[in-house]
């Protein structure tokens, strides 16, 4: 069987890898993300990073808070590189995550920001809770253990 072409559209705009080692993801959601005509330009051709960002809910809105997106240099009207984008997601969504964080003590981290198959920019955001120290050394040893047994399988052969 052939395999299926890659969509053109789909790309993987910014990925926040260190989330899952100081994060436990419980849930993860997708929302849109409104963005103005110079960001998404510049999402497309500039680099963009959400490592230091956080999502918050606020006066019934949802925002991401601290993402940076490069400045695009041919834009008439520029864009702020760091402020505060809303983020769109139903009102049954929005009251889950506002119970999830100011109930149960949740964070809202994003994990991927990225242009859907439609071209749409999208954000995916994790319910997580912060890991202490010791369950991120377990997370590792865990890690290592697995690198260590996929080798001496590939040995073993």
Avoid at 129 to 135: A, Q, W
Wanted: glycine residues 6%; aromatic residues 8%; hydrophobic residues 35%.
């Amino acid at each position: 069987m052939a395999k299926k072409p890659d969509n053109p559209n789909y790309k993987v705009i910014a990925e926040n890898r260190r989330a899952r080692y100081d994060y436990a993801i419980e849930d993860d959601l997708e929302c849109g993300i409104l963005l103005q005509g110079s960001e998404v330009k510049s999402l497309r051709e500039n680099p963009s990073n959400i490592a230091e960002s956080y999502a918050a809910v606020e006066n019934g809105e949802l925002w991401l808070v601290n993402s940076y997106i490069a400045p695009y240099e041919r834009a008439m009207f520029g864009h702020e590189e760091r402020r505060r984008r809303k983020l769109l997601v139903s009102k049954k969504e929005l009251a889950r995550l506002w119970n999830d964080t100011q109930r149960k003590g949740m964070t809202l981290v994003p994990l991927v920001l990225y242009f859907n198959h439609k071209g749409i920019a999208k954000l995916k955001i994790g319910i997580a809770k912060g890991k202490k120290t010791v369950d991120k050394r377990e997370s590792e040893a865990k890690r290592d253990w697995n690198r260590q047994k996929q080798r001496l399988l590939k040995q073993g052969g």
